[in-house]
């Protein structure tokens, strides 16, 4: 199964262009990094990947069916977007805010099973917040509220995972377990997209990476296409590429800050 966007354009109010004619396919068992300067519509493409927001042209295929034509229950059965930040009307603990995730799947007026509950405590033990399973959501950090709506897109066993920069508010450590732990379920057969502003990150564990710039969108080898030229005209700033002696290659701003004042 594939989630394949064709000739995908987006604006908003009609006037202000995000998306222009863009293509990409998300494909079972690979990760594909999105990214893009602040405004380059990363976030626009994962809502309309997800169904949420029409856009202006354009078709959204999931396998042979328009997204459009299936509803939302279907959609959400298949396709988790993990957002950058969420409020809740209401006070729910963290595991219940998990919880929501099993709302594709069950049984009208039905209750969560016990095989519900289980998937929810693996879900919270794959992003370490199973000690704060009964603390309010809206008590926790930044950081730990990202964690928990990340195992909310886990808990949901979609086919495809749409993450929006599930790497930010988290130190060193919580960064590298969510973006491995993105590379595993990839392996696992999943098909994910996640938005970064951090090249390295697609380097690292992109199995393909996009790059969006003035609408459009560049997608390929992550090596390629985020080359030292491709990621000065997305940014606006140059760029140098470093090697180091296990042959991994990173990329870092090449900004000449002048010699440190005596």
Same mark, same amino acid.
């Given at each position: ?27 079972? *068992? ?11 519509? $990363? ?13 202006? $042209? ?6 042979? $069916? ?7 229950? @279907?959609?959400? &059965? ?12 209401? !006070? ?6 998990? =919880?929501?995730?099993?709302? /594709?799947?069950? $049984? ?9 509950? &289980? ?5 919270? &033990?794959?992003?370490? =917040?199973? @000690? ?62 996640? !938005? ?13 990476? *996009? ?10 080898? /992550?090596?390629? !296409?985020? *080359? !030292?030229? @491709?990621?000065?005209?997305?940014? *606006?700033? /140059? ?13 870092? /701003?090449?900004?000449? =800050? ?5």
């Amino acid at each position: 199964m594939n989630l394949r966007a064709m000739g995908l354009w987006f604006s908003y109010n009609g006037r202000t262009l995000v998306l222009r004619d863009v293509e990409v396919e998300l494909l079972a *068992g690979e990760l594909l990094f999105l990214l893009g300067a602040n405004g380059a519509g $990363k976030s626009t493409l994962l809502h309309c990947l997800a169904g949420l927001l029409p856009p202006d $042209k354009g078709r959204i295929y999931l396998a042979e $069916k328009e997204l459009h034509t299936l509803t939302a229950r @279907e959609r959400a &059965q298949n396709i988790a977007l993990v957002p950058q930040t969420h409020s809740p009307v209401f !006070t729910y603990s963290t595991r219940d805010m998990v =919880l929501m995730g099993r709302s /594709p799947h069950l $049984k009208r007026l039905a209750g969560p099973t016990r095989r519900d509950r &289980q998937i929810v405590a693996w879900a919270l &033990q794959a992003v370490g =917040l199973e @000690e704060l399973a009964d603390r309010s959501y809206s008590s926790l950090s930044g950081g730990e509220q990202r964690l928990a709506l990340i195992a909310r897109g886990l808990a949901q066993e979609a086919k495809f995972l749409l993450m929006d920069e599930p790497d930010a508010n988290l130190d060193p450590a919580h960064q590298h377990m969510v973006l491995r732990l993105a590379a595993r379920l990839a392996a696992r057969g999943l098909a994910l997209a996640v !938005t970064s502003h951090n090249p390295n990150n697609a380097l690292t564990f992109g199995d393909r990476a *996009g790059l969006l710039s003035r609408g459009s969108l560049d997608c390929g080898v /992550p090596h390629e !296409t985020l *080359g !030292t030229r @491709e990621l000065e005209e997305a940014y *606006g700033l /140059p760029f140098v590429s470093l090697s180091g002696a296990n042959g991994r290659r990173a990329v870092l /701003p090449d900004t000449d =800050l002048g010699a440190p004042a005596n």
